[in-house]
T-cell receptor, first 120, second 111 residues
């Protein structure tokens, strides 16, 4: 039972380079999310997906693109990396988006272990 | 003003102490209140949640919500070194995808 797996765990980029972070979940969750975590800022939502083939913008989407071609995978792309994108990126998934489903556990976010990205 | 504020810490306490972790928020539409625990180099895990105002207890952990003051707390009794982690509060409305997270408080429980 792997849960949510993020690849790679660490990456160093130079300004202007591109890269893709991969998130894979094996729980058959409909909803998937990409967050970034910065000191003093908490987790901020970048993009999310409510199902295969769908994506939507979160709080801080600029400079990122996402795709969800398969239900189990959610990709986060940086087309032209900038030092401001140095962060720890977390992928999360859940079965439901309804807060009322917290009681059943369906709306509980399951997070990956994170991907540390440094942009020089 | 940030939507959710949290004492950043770090907070160091001796083993066995009672710990109080707190968050304040500005949006009165929040109805669900959660506490996540994040160990170093790991993703956050849900510890507890409460709906609206009131208290909820789970073992050594108690979550309190005071919606009139827009203030939530997590109490840890008989703290253990294994409780050393960063604690994130999170909130959501009755609808929508978005959880809003606090910046987290780093707690160290010293043996």
């Amino acid at each position: 039972n792997a849960g949510v797996t993020q690849t790679p765990k660490f990456r160093v980029l130079k300004t202007g380079q591109s890269m893709t972070l991969l998130c894979a979940q094996d729980m058959n969750h409909e909803y998937m999310y990409w967050y970034r975590q910065d000191p003093g800022m908490g987790l901020r939502l970048i993009h999310y997906s409510v199902g295969e083939g769908t994506t939507a913008k979160g709080e801080v989407p600029d400079g990122y693109n996402v795709s969800r071609l398969k239900k189990q995978n959610f990709l986060l792309g940086l087309e032209s990396a900038a030092p401001s994108q140095t962060s720890v990126y977390f992928c999360a998934s859940s079965y439901s988006s309804n807060p009322r489903d917290l009681e059943s556990g369906a709306n509980v976010l399951t997070f990956g272990a994170g991907s540390r990205l440094t942009v020089l | 003003q940030k939507e959710v504020e949290q004492d950043p810490g770090p907070l160091s306490v001796p083993e066995g102490a009672i710990v109080s972790l707190n968050c304040t928020y500005s949006n009165s539409a929040f109805q669900y209140f959660m506490w996540y625990r994040q160990y170093s180099r790991k993703g956050p895990e849900l510890l507890m949640y409460t709906y609206s105002s009131g208290n909820k207890e789970d073992g050594r952990f108690t979550a309190q919500v005071d919606k009139s003051s827009k203030y939530i707390s997590l109490f840890i009794r008989d703290s253990q070194p294994s409780d050393s982690a960063t604690y994130l509060c999170a909130m959501s409305k009755n609808y929508g995808q978005n959880f809003v997270f606090g910046p987290g408080t780093r707690l160290s429980v010293l043996p």
